[in-house]
C-alpha cells in the first residue's frame, strides 16, 4: 500500500448473545458452533442503533488515535451491506455525523469482503493524488437481517464497526497491496433478497405505509444536478 494506517478504532454493542442462548433458540449447540466456527459470542445491536451510528463511534476512535481533526479527512469510504437506506450512501451521513466538510463519501456492497474492498478502493484512491488522508470503516448491523430460526446462518453473525485512518506515505517505496483471489461463483450461497429490487417491496397499487424514495422539491433537484 501507498498509503499507511495511522489510526484504528472499533465498537461493539453492549448486548451479547452467547451460544448457550442461541441452545434455546434453534437445534445447536455451544460444541457445534465452537468446534465449526470457533465463535462463543456475538453483539447484537440495541434497538436505536444503526449501522451509521456504530460507524460514526468507530471512525471517531480511529480518528483519536491518529491525532486528526474532522477537517483534515479526504475520503470516506465505508463497507457495509447493511447500510442505513438504500440511499444516501451510510459514508454520507458517517460525513454528517463527524462534520467532515472536506470529505467525499461513498459505500462499497461486497458482504464479507466489502471492508478489504473499501480499503483497497481508499489507498488507489490517495496513490492516485485524489487526497492525502482517508477514513475507511466496514460496519454491520446483520442481526436485522438474519433469520434466527436458521441455524446455518443465525450462529455466524453479530453486529460491530472497526476502522482505519490513512495518510498517503511522503515517500516513494516499494508497496505491498491488498491482494485479493477468486474462487468458483457462489452468489446463490448466501442471500437476502428480501431488501433488493428484484423482490418487489412495494405492492400496487403504491402503498405508502411502507418505505419508498422522497426528495424534498426542486431545491433538492438542483442540488443533486449540481444547478
Do not use: H
Amino acid at each position: 500500500m501507498k498509503a499507511r494506517i495511522v489510526g484504528t478504532g472499533s465498537y461493539l454493542p453492549e448486548k451479547e448473545l452467547t451460544n448457550f442462548e442461541l441452545e434455546k433458540m434453534v437445534d445447536t449447540s455451544n460444541d457445534w458452533i465452537v468446534s465449526r466456527t470457533g465463535i462463543e459470542t456475538r453483539r447484537i445491536a440495541a434497538d436505536d442503533q444503526s449501522t451509521s451510528d456504530m460507524a460514526t463511534i468507530a471512525a471517531q476512535r480511529a480518528m483519536d488515535m491518529a491525532g486528526v481533526k474532522a477537517e483534515d479527512i479526504d475520503m470516506i469510504v465505508l463497507g457495509t451491506i447493511t447500510g442505513d437506506y438504500p440511499w444516501p450512501a451510510t459514508a454520507c451521513i458517517v460525513q454528517t455525523n463527524l462534520g467532515a466538510k472536506n470529505a467525499y463519501a461513498y459505500d462499497v456492497s461486497a458482504a464479507c469482503s466489502g471492508f478489504l474492498y473499501a480499503l483497497s478502493s481508499a489507498n488507489d484512491f490517495l496513490t492516485a493524488g485524489r487526497g492525502k488522508r482517508a477514513l475507511v470503516i466496514g460496519a454491520e448491523t446483520l442481526s436485522r437481517i438474519i433469520d434466527w430460526e436458521d441455524r446455518n446462518t443465525c450462529v455466524l453473525f453479530g453486529d460491530g464497526a472497526g476502522a482505519f485512518f490513512l495518510k498517503l506515505r511522503k515517500v516513494t517505496q516499494v508497496s505491498c497491496p491488498v491482494t485479493f483471489t477468486r474462487m468458483a461463483p457462489t452468489s446463490n450461497y448466501c442471500t437476502n433478497p428480501v431488501s433488493g429490487l428484484k423482490y418487489r417491496l412495494l405492492s400496487m397499487p403504491w402503498n405508502r405505509d411502507r418505505p419508498i424514495s422522497r426528495c424534498k422539491g426542486m431545491k433538492s433537484s438542483r442540488w443533486q444536478s449540481g444547478r
